[in-house]
């Protein structure tokens, strides 16, 4: 059957089977090729911005770990000048001195511990009552905020007692004082040196 073809009918075999493999050439090769080479792209133009944001981290890097230091070393020196004890006498002196130099009267004072923001310190709340006009008390709380301890004030409620033009206040207050953990005195302080006390 073959030898019957003539020339033209071989030449359109050949032209159909040309046909018949760029298609397939076309569809096997090229189309996957093509949605390879645009699946690329698109994860090259996903990856630019983390590429980046990655360099951007990379140069801001040095920055970060020198502000890491200052801030680990700005944190062992604080952690240093912690008193180890709690002192309460000593605090107790300066409350009361500074009340009678206020011209404030303290009522009452508890004593309860309480929980620090950082393991290495421990805390002690003492709640105190006090009596006195504003300018007095306002005196006195300005001088707490000064005291030769690491302390805050927090929790202070006022109430007036009285219809006087300077009426005596009922005031409420929590002063939480701050020394170094009980594990960490036993071991020393973190750098290996004494304690400098409490001074501000």
Known sequence: ML?????REWALIAIFLTLVVA???YFLLIVPLRQETEAVRQEIQTLIPERDRGRQAQRALPELRAAIAQL????QAFLRALPREERL?????????EALRS????????????SA???????????LSLEAPFPETYTYLRRLESLSRFSSLSGINLSVQGQDLNPLL??????TLYMLAKDLESAGTPSGQQGQGGER
Do not use: D, K, Y
């Not at 605090?91 to 009361?96: C, D, F, G, Q, W």
């Not at 009922?170 to 002063?175: A, G, H, I, K, V």
């Open 3 to 7: 030898a019957r073809l003539g020339q």
């Open 23 to 25: 298609l397939l050439w």
């Open 170 to 175: 009922s005031t409420s207050l929590t002063l």
């Open 117 to 127: 923001p950082v393991p290495e310190v421990r805390a002690v709340n003492l709640a």
């Open 89 to 97: 006498a000593q605090v107790l002196n300066e409350i009361l001195g």
């Open 72 to 75: 680990q070393a700005e944190r």
């Open 103 to 114: 011209g404030v009267t303290v009522r009452s004072f508890t004593r309860s511990p309480t």
